[in-house]
């Protein structure tokens, strides 16, 4: 049977790249980071077998995790949550002082003013700066329940995309959900909280020939992360977060749910965004083959 032909979506290809080009605290690979991809492994071994016995990461440059304000501000939300689905989330008055000030922070960018500007000339969000932040803080921040027969809430977009989150019976194996950054996954990793098993070929890449590609910017690894398994997890590697977060809004607002096909820089990319509500529940890439 004939695979369906990449279609990308022309307008939102655009905008992308823009945001894309305009994120210039994206750390370049070989020289802010160095991977080392390693073995290849399969959805389907979900952890089994072991297919890297070192780090993905090789090198990062901390100068400029600690030093750029967005990275920094970023970096002090990762430890505000609870892991586990099921379990209350609660935002302290710090918590959400942090908040706010990593979007001040991003919201300086050059990423998140076009962004800002392209969703306010398709009347999808207010021209006051600080109502988008508002709109941004809803979006990303407001807790919701993510699993049933809560009464209180347990998740958020940013927790989940950003941070992850295990969700399984309590006591039992659990499946790592979420997760999508790289920021995180290398000081998860640097924790001795990750064991990278090996990493994942992009969709509809089958040549035998194809290798590990460690300068990608893109890729699908398989890891476990406090002993529960994310069998296959996609992320942008080196992006700053403001580009992320731009990339995934203008996503929410003006894609659609589940699946959007565009093109950014050299990748071929399905983008799935998950609607609760008027809020995130989540937002990853998958690399696709190259035509």
Excluded at 162 to 175: A, N, T
């Amino acid at each position: 049977m004939a695979q369906n032909k990449f279609q990308p979506d022309a307008e939102l290809s655009e905008i992308c790249n823009e945001l894309w080009k305009l994120d210039k605290n994206r750390l370049q690979p070989g020289k802010d980071y160095v991977l080392d991809l390693q073995g290849e492994t399969k959805v389907y071994k979900e952890g089994r077998e072991d297919h890297a016995k070192d780090p993905l990461f090789a090198r990062v440059n901390e100068d400029k995790l600690k030093k750029l304000p967005t990275f920094k501000a970023f970096i002090a939300l990762l430890d505000n949550y609870a892991s586990e689905t099921g379990v209350a989330e609660e935002v302290t008055p710090e918590e959400e002082r942090e908040n706010r000030t990593f979007l001040d922070e991003i919201m300086k960018t050059k990423v998140m003013k076009r962004c800002h500007e392209y969703l306010c000339k398709k009347n999808l969000a207010p021209k006051d700066t600080n109502a988008f932040k508002q709109l941004l803080y809803d979006l990303w921040f407001k807790l919701y329940r993510r699993t049933r027969g809560m009464r209180e809430a347990d998740s958020s977009g940013f927790e989940h995309v950003f941070v992850g989150e295990c969700r399984g019976p309590p006591g039992g194996q659990k499946d790592v959900i979420g997760f999508h950054n790289w920021i995180q996954f290398y000081l998860e990793e640097k924790r001795g909280n990750i064991d990278y098993k090996g990493w994942i070929r992009p969709k509809g890449r089958r040549s035998p020939k194809d290798n590990a590609d460690n300068m990608s910017q893109l890729i699908s690894i398989q890891f476990s992360w406090k002993n529960d398994v994310k069998p296959v997890g996609s992320s942008f590697i080196g992006t700053s977060p403001e580009f992320e977060v731009a990339l995934y809004t203008v996503m929410f607002y003006a894609g659609q749910h589940g699946k959007n096909s565009i093109e950014i820089g050299d990748y071929d990319i399905d983008i799935f965004v998950h609607k609760m509500g008027d809020k995130l529940g989540s937002s990853y890439p998958v690399s696709l083959q190259k035509a």
